[in-house]
């Protein structure tokens, strides 16, 4: 008995378990709590605190002063179309992938865009870069400097919604980095003739390596044309994409590696080899046995204005064409061996027009050393000509603009350049511009950067192209449709042609001129080749990938079917189906004429499992439909015309009747002589039929099943899966069912009986007639996907090598690997055609070939599928390391963010841009494989061994939540969800917003890392030690475990 406290002792205070201890109440203050009353905060305040949380531009921060350049050698990507996997597996899930897409028919080389970005959401990385790739070997360039607001995204229909459009550029330039990292090469496409004729062994030479000779290049190699040579001047490939684009836009990696993809064909490059009378001629071409030639050497002369006449870099005056390309070759490590320097700028600058081009120079201008930089053209702002994007980046970086101002003079002192005179432009009313020279300003300058485009001026050029005939500006004259010019041998593309004005088009115009030169050197061994264009896809050895399995004997090409529901409705969409590339259909369930059904309607209906989503990419459908309304002769007569057409798909007749071994026996031996290759026997259709005593009525009774199998297995001479519900306790009893009837197998799942939801009238969706009334329907989609998995690997571990047709939520490549894994022989699908089309199978044949590939490739392996392990990065950008130049752990918002810039800055300073460390990653030697790929049958049932008990866990070895302060965002979605869900073991900083596991208290719960908005912000890692559960009242001493195996005292 405890001693009694005398009078005037001072009591321990009583810690209640049911009350939060004060270490827990000072760790919850930042805790959301339910408002008690109205917020009122005196607007100074407000002021004061915005400052410190503010993440976009501060304006007051625009009104101190800029005397200084915080981008000097900063060449780091600035894209704001850059994603990080996050963020393309969102952006990816908004895209509709609409009917006859108006984004692909604005792209120049008709990449099909809803292909590429379909596969980006169901995380077939391979089969997105194909789509592009097949289309534009340019991709990744493309990706990032396509004008996408003035092509693709300028079409896309979710322009029309408050969202906006797609970041398709983004979307492009993830999925081909996504392929490079992959390092495979290219192959030559499978129906290149072998042995190769003489007609594809042609001298082809083509002058310039930019984006329209390596297009050229890269179809003629597609072809099969194997002496294919590209003539460069430089000593660097790429073309203007290289010379001009900065490498913040454009970094030298990514023309390195379509050159290589270029090289895996086959095709050459020689360095050194210029279009002029001393070097290569068409004439001197000719005559070295070249049968066709191919000109892509851009407009490679800057224009001016007399003004500017015999001014050079050394007065401070410079032309695009000048500048950017020493620009260039000081910050693009790789590009050449040289070591070059920034030009050295300063002070302040005047770049000249309003294109892309003139841009690039004023942020360039920038990172040269350029305190302030004042871009200046002749028209408005309205007119100004380069894409939205490049104009707002100049903003963002603090470029001026002075609109309305046409050059007159240069203000020259000391033999330098030190302002400008200039005469204010305006338009009549006939729209014609004018100068009043009443109307002059002067500006003060250290620097001039002309950027009024380029053209071809030199004789030298001009006589090599001699016998080409040439137009009224001095450059040939091209059939732009075709490519062609005067010269039948001779073709052209690119800036000099007259039509491309961006890189896109210049890959469209080597793609056109691809085809024309195919044409015409088939024609010379007199072959015909259609005008259409039938140009190869992108290969590699993942294409060759055999995707057949065997199930009971039948050979099914490949393990994705139509599911015996809507997309099977009719024998025409079977068809189409099997034109589309699936392997096998299972028909719409059909019985007996006697049981003949008419469905409700509305009876299809989206789901609420993924919240208020609208549209396609639905996580869930419910149906009430019954089986199909059409007779048993029409199935039997359709299913006999099908194999005829497509003797190699698996068809397999679903059949259903009542509890009737008669009915039964007769149905399957009528389907039978439709010859289908198996029967399905429907015993789980949740709704509708059951009441009938059919479907669900017979397939939650073993014994039912076990005769139903018998009976049918009685006269059936092909195999009998039969299908299974979910609805039932244990669905590994209804298989065994199944099995001991003779079944050869089964299908699971079938749907999930269900309710989807009800308006705030009480009626449900669909509803009825007048009445309004309902019933519980079947859920399907992605929200029955763990039920399917579980039902899946339950019944493969149960009853090992019984086949099992997996169904239920399989919406793409990655989802078919876990039910392969768990035990599925072939998957039957259809929720993700209801939410897109039939299409979709081209996505989930890539995706299973490269997951198969990626088994046995070098290089990959820990890689999760098609995902790279995660980098570090910030708004999709690399993370840089700067918490060794500041001590500490900063957030990117505020006074911090500021902060960061300013020590980004101090570093950027000192760096050598062209390092050996910035220099591109070879991308060649390309990985390859260890062994051979391995079939299909070889991933059946591989997880299975790592699914079990909850007694077969280990509950010592524990992990715990770690948080990367440089990828967090600082939302503080883990501290939440700790505090009222889990352990309260996250601390969350109220000045810097920077959460911190307090490792002591984590259980590795895992619901931090479970709700965090950044792939691998938070990351699970061992536990230092044994856990020590907080038992919250300690075990007595003369405590005893009943079961001491598992059970764990501290």
Same mark, same amino acid.
């Given at each position: ?146 004008? !996408?607001? #003035? %092509?693709?995204?300028? $079409?896309?229909?979710? &322009? ?5 459009? @797609?970041? +398709? *550029? ?106 002029? !009378?001393? #070097? %290569?001629?068409?004439? $001197?071409?000719?005559? &070295? ?5 191919? @000109?892509? +050497? *851009? ?752």
């Amino acid at each position: 008995m405890p001693p009694v406290p005398n009078e005037g002792d001072i009591l321990p205070p009583i810690q209640l378990v049911s009350k939060e201890p004060p270490d827990i109440e000072n760790l919850l203050k930042l805790n959301p709590r339910i408002k008690t009353h109205a917020n009122a905060v005196p607007s100074a305040i407000t002021k004061k605190a915005k400052k410190h949380w503010k993440r976009n531009e501060d304006k007051a921060e625009n009104l101190k002063c800029n005397s200084c350049s915080p981008l000097y050698k900063n060449f780091d990507d600035i894209k704001h179309t850059t994603l990080s996997e996050r963020a393309a597996l969102k952006e990816s899930a908004r895209c509709l992938k609409c009917v006859d897409a108006p984004c692909q028919k604005s792209c120049p080389t008709q990449l099909d865009v809803k292909s590429f970005i379909g596969s980006i959401s169901n995380k077939n990385y391979y089969g997105s870069a194909k789509a592009i790739l097949s289309d534009n070997p340019l991709g990744l360039t493309c990706g990032m400097v396509c004008p !996408t607001s #003035d %092509l693709c995204v300028g $079409g896309c229909n979710l &322009d029309a919604s408050e969202e906006g459009p @797609i970041n +398709i *550029g983004g979307l492009q330039h993830f999925a081909v980095e996504m392929f490079k990292k992959m390092k495979i090469a290219q192959v030559l496409p499978p129906d290149v003739p072998s042995p190769l004729p003489e007609s594809f062994k042609a001298k082809i030479g083509l002058i310039g390596c930019g984006p329209a000779s390596i297009s050229a290049g890269t179809f003629l190699g597609r072809l099969g044309y194997n002496n294919v040579t590209i003539f460069e001047k430089e000593d660097y490939v790429g073309g203007l994409n290289t010379s001009e684009l900065p490498a913040y836009r454009l970094p030298y990696d990514v023309i390195n590696f379509e050159i290589d993809l270029m090289k895996d064909l086959g095709v050459k490059i020689e360095h050194g080899r210029a279009l002029q !009378t001393d #070097d %290569l001629t068409l004439e $001197g071409m000719r005559n &070295d046995g070249f049968a066709a030639a191919f @000109i892509g +050497i *851009g407009n490679p002369e800057p224009k001016t204005i007399p003004i500017f006449e015999g001014l050079t870099e050394e007065n401070g005056y410079y032309t695009s064409k000048g500048f950017l390309p020493k620009v260039a070759r000081a910050s693009k490590a790789g590009m050449c061996a040289c070591k070059s320097e920034l030009p050295e700028i300063y002070g302040s600058v005047i770049v000249l027009g309003a294109g892309d081009t003139a841009f690039d120079c004023a942020t360039s201008a920038l990172r040269c050393g350029a305190k302030r930089v004042f871009v200046i053209f002749r028209k408005g702002f309205i007119n100004i000509r380069a894409v939205p994007e490049e104009a707002e980046l100049a903003k963002q970086e603090k470029c001026e603009f002075i609109p309305f101002m046409s050059p007159q003079d240069v203000v020259m002192k000391n033999g330098r350049v030190a302002g400008m005179k200039f005469f204010r432009t305006e338009q009549d009313d006939d729209g014609k511009w004018i100068e009043d020279p009443e109307q002059m300003s002067k500006l003060k300058c250290d620097f001039v950067i002309s950027a009024f485009g380029s053209g071809l001026y030199s004789s030298k050029i001009k006589e090599a192209m001699m016998p080409l005939e040439m137009n009224r500006w001095g450059t040939p004259e091209v059939d732009t449709l075709k490519m062609t010019t005067s010269e039948p041998w001779v073709f052209c593309g690119g800036d000099l042609a007259g039509v491309a004005e961006t890189a896109v088009e210049a890959v469209n115009d080597g793609k056109i001129a691809a085809w024309s030169m195919h044409r015409y050197l088939q024609s010379l061994h007199n072959v015909h080749i259609d005008e259409t264009p039938k140009l190869p896809k992108f290969y590699t050895e993942i294409d060759a990938v055999d995707l057949s399995v065997h199930v009971c004997g039948i050979k099914f090409l490949n393990p994705y079917g139509l599911a015996s529901a809507p997309p099977a409705t009719t024998c025409g969409m079977i068809r189409r189906g099997f034109e589309a590339g699936w392997g096998f259909a299972v028909t719409k369930t059909y019985g007996l004429d006697k049981d003949i059904v008419t469905n409700v309607a509305p009876r299809i209906v989206r789901g609420t499992t993924s919240g208020h989503n609208y549209g396609p990419g639905q996580g869930a459908f419910l149906n009430i439909e019954l089986i199909s309304e059409k007779t048993a002769a029409y199935w039997i007569q359709g299913v006999i015309e099908l194999k005829k057409d497509f003797p190699k798909h698996v068809i397999i007749a679903s059949i259903m009747c009542s509890y009737s071994k008669e009915d039964w026996q007769e149905l399957a031996l009528m389907a039978q002589t439709s010859g289908p290759d198996a029967l399905e026997l429907n015993l789980s259709c949740p709704h509708g039929m059951g009441e009938r005593g059919m479907g669900l009525a017979c397939g939650q009774d073993p014994d039912m099943v076990k005769n139903i199998c018998k009976w049918v297995k009685e006269v059936s001479k092909i195999p009998v899966f039969a299908k299974l519900t979910p609805n039932v306790t244990n669905i590994v009893k209804i298989a065994r069912a199944a099995q001991d009837g003779g079944a050869d197998g089964v299908t699971a799942i079938n749907t999930v009986s269900g309710l989807m939801g009800l308006n705030a009238k009480g009626n449900a969706w669909p509803s009825i007639g007048s009445e309004k009334k309902t019933t519980y329907g079947g859920v399907s989609g992605n929200a029955v996907k763990p039920m399917a998995l579980k039902a899946v690997s339950s019944i493969a571990k149960n009853l090992p090598g019984f086949p099992i047709l997996g169904t239920g939520g399989i919406d793409s490549a990655d989802v078919c690997w876990q039910f392969l894994m768990t035990g599925a022989s072939v998957m039957q699908i259809s929720s993700a055609i209801q939410n897109q089309d039939f299409t979709v199978i081209d996505d989930y044949i890539t995706g299973l070939k490269t997951l198969l590939y990626m088994q046995t490739l070098e290089g990959v392996d820990e890689w999760d599928g098609q995902s790279p392990p995660t980098a570090r990065t910030y708004k999709g950008k690399p993370v840089i390391d700067l918490q060794s130049a500041l001590g500490r752990n900063i957030p990117n918002f505020g006074p911090f963010a500021r902060e960061k810039a300013a020590a980004l800055a101090n570093m950027k300073k000192t760096e050598d841009l062209l390092d050996d460390k910035y220099k591109p990653v070879p991308n060649r030697p390309a990985n390859k494989q260890r062994m051979m790929t391995p079939k299909v049958e070889a991933v059946i049932g591989r997880a299975l061994d790592r699914i079990g008990t909850f007694n077969d866990l280990d509950n010592k070895q524990h992990v715990i939540a770690l948080i990367d302060p440089e990828m967090c965002i600082n939302c503080g979605k883990c501290y939440m969800t700790c505090n009222d869900t889990g352990y309260q073991a996250i601390e969350f900083d109220e000045i810097t917003h920077i959460p911190k596991v307090k490792e002591s208290s984590c259980t590795g719960c895992t619901l931090c890392y479970s709700v965090c908005p950044v792939i691998e912000c938070i990351q699970m890692v061992p536990r230092e030690g044994l856990y020590i559960p907080k038992r919250g009242i300690d075990l007595g001493d003369d405590w005893k475990p009943r079961l001491p195996d598992i059970q764990v005292r501290k």
